[in-house]
């Protein structure tokens, strides 16, 4: 049985429902990338399964137990989540925002150890923002401010970190650099990585478990090489394409045909037959 899993659940915001009966399972130890349209519901499960929606039915299980069930404190210590847009407060430094990733280790009696010195150190240098530790936050390039919430987010050294569309705002090559050091989290110390991605390239080359959502439901599941499919993506993005081996990697390297983007519903809806039944 995994540590993180949707069991299901019926989640949406107010009267919008976006997900009805929605099951998945998070696989220990593995790097799972989730896409998707725009509006198909991928940060709305991230949401789900980090405890920020109560679903309407079913339920969100971590460690066994309901995840409504645990304090909060207690989450923050097994689960740790990178919002899609995060605020932070005004004339706070670098080093005090990633310090902030410890709050869920203090006690009463504890508030600063060596331990949360460390952790801090090892997150500022790992998302290469050391250099930044005095300046305030407010002041950085929306890439500069991005690394920074990563590092808060490995400051909390939880098993299992979720992300939401982490490589927004950054560059080609620190979105690179930052999904490296993400795959080398999980391979290095075991870390259950989550995240939301919109670039199917990339999610096809860091991916372990790759979920592919359309319309709040889950159509695909498994090892990029067998969830990517040119039936599959056209039907999901309406794109036609090629799927050629990634020379680097030789995982799938979605190729989209030159001006031939394809997003005719009746066409999507012949192919919708594809897409019914989860790989797994």
């Known amino acids: 049985m995994t540590r993180l899993r949707a069991e299901n659940i019926t989640v949406g915001y107010q ?33 789900a399964l980090a405890r920020l929606l109560t679903p309407a039915a079913g339920q969100v299980v971590l460690d066994g137990k309901a ?13 740790g989540l990178l919002p899609q847009s995060s605020v932070a407060p005004e004339g706070i430094s670098v080093a005090e925002l990633v310090a902030r990733g410890r709050f869920p280790h203090q006690r009463l009696l504890q508030q600063w150890s060596r331990e949360d010195e460390a952790a801090v150190v090892a997150a500022m240098a790992a998302t290469g923002v050391a250099d930044l530790s005095g300046e305030p936050v407010d002041t950085l ?18 098993p299992i970190v979720l992300l939401d569309e982490p490589t927004t705002f950054l560059d080609i090559a620190h979105q690179v650099e930052l ?12 870390t259950t990585m989550v995240a939301v991605l919109h670039d199917l390239n990339h999610a096809c080359r860091y991916a372990d478990h790759l979920v592919l959502m359309k ?3 889950v159509v695909a599941e498994g090892e ?8 599959r993506i056209e039907a999901v993005f309406g794109l036609r394409c090629l799927i050629i081996p990634d020379p680097e990697t030789r995982t799938p390297l979605v190729i989209p045909r030159a001006g031939d983007l394809h997003r005719t519903p009746a066409s999507a809806e012949r192919t919708h037959e594809n897409v019914q039944q989860p790989v797994r």
């Open 224 to 231: 990029p090489g067998r969830v990517v499919t040119a039936e």
């Open 179 to 190: 999904l490296e050091l993400c795959l080398r989290l999980n391979r290095e110390q075991n």
């Open 15 to 47: 009267r919008r429902t976006v997900s009805t009966g929605l099951d998945l399972e998070i696989p220990d130890g593995r790097f799972t990338v989730i896409v998707g349209p725009n509006a198909c519901g991928k940060s709305t499960l991230l949401r």
């Open 215 to 217: 319309n709040g439901r």
């Open 141 to 158: 390039s929306g890439g500069q401010r991005q690394r920074v919430w990563v590092a808060m987010v490995l400051a909390q050294q939880t």
């Open 67 to 79: 995840i409504h069930a645990y304090p909060a404190k207690e989450v923050a210590r097994r689960l």
